[in-house]
Protein backbone atom coordinates (compact mmCIF):
# COMPACT_ATOMS: atom_id res chain seq x y z
CA UNK A 1 0.00 0.00 0.00
CA UNK A 2 1.09 3.99 -0.42
CA UNK A 3 1.72 6.12 2.11
CA UNK A 4 -2.08 8.21 1.40
CA UNK A 5 -3.53 4.56 1.67
CA UNK A 6 -1.77 3.30 4.55
CA UNK A 7 -3.35 6.78 6.52
CA UNK A 8 -6.91 6.25 5.32
CA UNK A 9 -6.44 2.71 6.66
CA UNK A 10 -5.73 4.60 10.13
CA UNK A 11 -8.57 6.86 9.46
CA UNK A 12 -11.30 4.33 8.76
CA UNK A 13 -10.39 2.20 11.77
CA UNK A 14 -9.98 4.75 14.24
CA UNK A 15 -13.02 6.51 12.74
CA UNK A 16 -15.39 3.32 12.83
CA UNK A 17 -14.17 2.14 16.43
CA UNK A 18 -14.49 5.42 18.19
CA UNK A 19 -18.28 5.63 16.82
CA UNK A 20 -18.74 1.99 18.06
CA UNK A 21 -17.15 2.97 21.44
CA UNK A 22 -17.94 6.74 22.39
CA UNK A 23 -15.84 8.29 25.15
CA UNK A 24 -12.91 8.10 25.05
CA UNK A 25 -12.74 9.65 21.69
CA UNK A 26 -9.41 9.25 21.38
CA UNK A 27 -6.90 6.08 20.84
CA UNK A 28 -3.71 5.17 23.23
CA UNK A 29 -0.33 4.09 21.50
CA UNK A 30 -0.87 0.76 22.17
CA UNK A 31 -3.95 0.93 20.09
CA UNK A 32 -2.58 2.60 17.42
CA UNK A 33 0.18 -0.07 17.57
CA UNK A 34 -2.49 -2.64 17.22
CA UNK A 35 -4.01 -0.76 13.59
CA UNK A 36 -0.15 -0.89 12.64
CA UNK A 37 0.23 -4.77 13.31
CA UNK A 38 -2.81 -5.21 11.06
CA UNK A 39 -1.22 -3.11 8.20
CA UNK A 40 1.89 -5.00 8.32
CA UNK A 41 0.07 -8.18 8.55
CA UNK A 42 -1.58 -7.16 5.16
CA UNK A 43 -5.38 -7.63 6.95
CA UNK A 44 -8.04 -5.84 4.79
CA UNK A 45 -9.16 -2.45 5.84
CA UNK A 46 -12.72 -4.53 5.24
CA UNK A 47 -11.66 -7.56 7.19
CA UNK A 48 -10.65 -5.51 10.46
CA UNK A 49 -14.07 -3.51 10.04
CA UNK A 50 -15.59 -7.32 10.45
CA UNK A 51 -14.03 -7.84 13.56
CA UNK A 52 -14.25 -5.08 15.02
CA UNK A 53 -18.11 -5.26 15.11
CA UNK A 54 -17.95 -8.86 15.92
CA UNK A 55 -15.62 -7.90 18.83
CA UNK A 56 -17.91 -5.07 20.00
CA UNK A 57 -21.24 -7.16 19.41
CA UNK A 58 -19.18 -9.77 21.83
CA UNK A 59 -18.46 -7.01 24.14
CA UNK A 60 -21.80 -5.84 24.99
CA UNK A 61 -23.62 -9.17 25.51
CA UNK A 62 -21.36 -9.50 28.35
CA UNK A 63 -22.65 -7.74 31.80
CA UNK A 64 -22.10 -4.13 32.35
CA UNK A 65 -19.72 -3.37 35.02
CA UNK A 66 -19.54 0.50 35.53
CA UNK A 67 -16.55 2.25 33.85
CA UNK A 68 -16.15 -0.58 31.28
CA UNK A 69 -14.56 -0.13 28.48
CA UNK A 70 -13.52 -1.58 24.63
CA UNK A 71 -10.07 -1.16 23.54
CA UNK A 72 -8.93 -1.75 20.50
CA UNK A 73 -6.51 -4.50 21.75
CA UNK A 74 -9.71 -6.37 22.74
CA UNK A 75 -10.76 -6.75 18.87
CA UNK A 76 -7.36 -8.59 18.01
CA UNK A 77 -8.97 -12.16 18.61
CA UNK A 78 -11.77 -11.51 16.40
CA UNK A 79 -10.05 -9.25 13.52
CA UNK A 80 -7.72 -12.32 13.14
CA UNK A 81 -10.77 -15.18 13.17
CA UNK A 82 -12.38 -12.82 10.69
CA UNK A 83 -9.03 -12.86 8.34
CA UNK A 84 -8.64 -16.53 8.98
CA UNK A 85 -12.33 -16.70 7.84
CA UNK A 86 -11.76 -14.22 4.82
CA UNK A 87 -8.48 -16.31 3.54
CA UNK A 88 -10.30 -19.31 3.56
CA UNK A 89 -12.95 -18.19 1.13
CA UNK A 90 -9.55 -16.94 -1.25
CA UNK A 91 -8.50 -20.32 -1.56
CA UNK A 92 -8.44 -21.47 -4.88
CA UNK A 93 -8.40 -17.55 -6.21
CA UNK A 94 -6.03 -17.29 -8.98
CA UNK A 95 -6.04 -13.48 -9.27
CA UNK A 96 -5.30 -11.11 -6.28
CA UNK A 97 -6.49 -7.53 -5.92
CA UNK A 98 -3.04 -6.16 -4.93
CA UNK A 99 -2.87 -2.68 -5.89
CA UNK A 100 -4.68 0.60 -6.50
CA UNK A 101 -5.50 -0.11 -10.38
CA UNK A 102 -6.85 -3.72 -9.24
CA UNK A 103 -8.66 -2.21 -6.45
CA UNK A 104 -10.45 0.50 -8.10
CA UNK A 105 -11.55 -1.44 -11.51
CA UNK A 106 -13.06 -4.36 -9.12
CA UNK A 107 -15.02 -1.86 -7.12
CA UNK A 108 -16.09 -0.19 -10.34
CA UNK A 109 -17.22 -3.41 -11.84
CA UNK A 110 -18.98 -4.19 -8.76
CA UNK A 111 -20.37 -0.57 -8.74
CA UNK A 112 -21.66 -1.33 -12.56
CA UNK A 113 -23.14 -4.93 -12.21
CA UNK A 114 -25.22 -3.45 -9.04
CA UNK A 115 -26.59 -0.97 -10.89
CA UNK A 116 -27.58 -3.15 -14.15
CA UNK A 117 -29.68 -5.42 -11.65
CA UNK A 118 -30.17 -3.00 -9.19
CA UNK A 119 -33.46 -4.20 -6.92
CA UNK A 120 -36.65 -2.43 -6.69
CA UNK A 121 -36.64 -2.04 -3.29
CA UNK A 122 -33.61 0.06 -3.20
CA UNK A 123 -33.92 1.57 -6.67
CA UNK A 124 -33.34 4.70 -4.57
CA UNK A 125 -29.80 4.38 -4.65
CA UNK A 126 -29.00 4.42 -8.61
CA UNK A 127 -28.53 7.77 -8.82
CA UNK A 128 -25.33 7.84 -5.66
CA UNK A 129 -23.95 4.64 -7.50
CA UNK A 130 -24.20 6.20 -10.82
CA UNK A 131 -22.20 9.42 -9.28
CA UNK A 132 -20.02 6.92 -7.18
CA UNK A 133 -19.13 5.03 -11.19
CA UNK A 134 -18.46 8.15 -12.94
CA UNK A 135 -15.65 9.11 -9.94
CA UNK A 136 -14.18 5.69 -10.14
CA UNK A 137 -13.87 6.15 -14.18
CA UNK A 138 -11.77 9.17 -13.14
CA UNK A 139 -7.80 8.41 -14.53
CA UNK A 140 -7.53 9.58 -10.90
CA UNK A 141 -10.17 9.10 -8.48
CA UNK A 142 -11.20 11.74 -5.36
CA UNK A 143 -10.69 9.18 -2.11
CA UNK A 144 -12.69 12.02 0.00
CA UNK A 145 -15.48 11.59 -2.98
CA UNK A 146 -15.90 8.57 -2.74
CA UNK A 147 -16.06 8.30 1.32
CA UNK A 148 -18.56 10.69 0.91
CA UNK A 149 -20.34 8.81 -1.38
CA UNK A 150 -20.46 6.34 0.95
CA UNK A 151 -21.93 8.43 3.54
CA UNK A 152 -24.75 9.22 0.93
CA UNK A 153 -25.07 5.42 0.03
CA UNK A 154 -25.54 4.33 4.12
CA UNK A 155 -27.93 7.84 4.84
CA UNK A 156 -30.40 6.35 1.82
CA UNK A 157 -30.35 3.15 3.55
CA UNK A 158 -31.23 4.15 6.66
CA UNK A 159 -33.88 6.74 5.35
CA UNK A 160 -35.15 4.16 3.17
CA UNK A 161 -34.89 1.25 5.48
CA UNK A 162 -38.46 -0.76 6.21
CA UNK A 163 -40.31 -0.46 9.77
CA UNK A 164 -39.52 -3.95 9.44
CA UNK A 165 -35.46 -3.91 9.38
CA UNK A 166 -35.44 -0.63 11.78
CA UNK A 167 -37.71 -2.71 14.75
CA UNK A 168 -35.46 -6.16 13.92
CA UNK A 169 -32.06 -3.99 14.16
CA UNK A 170 -33.53 -2.08 18.03
CA UNK A 171 -34.86 -5.59 19.10
CA UNK A 172 -31.21 -7.33 18.47
CA UNK A 173 -29.60 -4.09 19.96
CA UNK A 174 -31.90 -4.19 23.30
CA UNK A 175 -31.99 -7.65 23.65
CA UNK A 176 -28.87 -8.94 22.56
CA UNK A 177 -26.17 -6.37 23.28
CA UNK A 178 -28.45 -4.60 26.43
CA UNK A 179 -27.37 -1.15 25.49
CA UNK A 180 -28.34 1.31 27.95
CA UNK A 181 -26.88 4.63 26.70
CA UNK A 182 -29.62 5.91 24.34
CA UNK A 183 -27.31 7.74 22.48
CA UNK A 184 -25.46 4.88 21.56
CA UNK A 185 -28.74 2.29 21.13
CA UNK A 186 -29.23 4.29 18.39
CA UNK A 187 -26.15 4.21 16.51
CA UNK A 188 -26.21 0.45 16.98
CA UNK A 189 -28.96 0.08 15.52
CA UNK A 190 -27.96 2.34 12.85
CA UNK A 191 -24.72 0.08 11.93
CA UNK A 192 -27.46 -2.97 12.18
CA UNK A 193 -30.12 -1.61 9.84
CA UNK A 194 -27.07 -0.86 7.22
CA UNK A 195 -25.14 -4.16 7.54
CA UNK A 196 -28.47 -6.09 6.89
CA UNK A 197 -29.74 -3.76 4.63
CA UNK A 198 -26.24 -4.47 2.94
CA UNK A 199 -26.44 -8.01 2.88
CA UNK A 200 -30.13 -8.68 1.69
CA UNK A 201 -29.78 -6.99 -1.36
CA UNK A 202 -25.79 -7.58 -1.73
CA UNK A 203 -24.86 -3.81 -1.91
CA UNK A 204 -20.98 -3.30 -2.56
CA UNK A 205 -19.30 -0.90 -1.14
CA UNK A 206 -17.42 2.14 -3.43
CA UNK A 207 -14.50 2.85 -2.30
CA UNK A 208 -11.20 0.97 -3.00
CA UNK A 209 -10.27 1.16 0.94
CA UNK A 210 -12.64 -1.60 2.22
CA UNK A 211 -11.18 -4.58 -0.04
Request: hydrophobic letters at 35%.
Amino acid sequence: MSEKEKEQYFRLISRRFLRLRGAPFFLSSKELDQIENWFQTGIPLRVVLEGIQFAYEDFRKKPVRRGRKLYLVFCNAMVLKSFKQYKDRKVGLKQKVDNEDDKKEKVKIEAKEFLEKIPDDVAYLKAAFLEAVQELSREKFNEDKLEHHEEKIEALLLMNAPQEEKDKAAEYARRELKILDAGELGRVINLKIIKSMRDKYRIPYVSPYYY
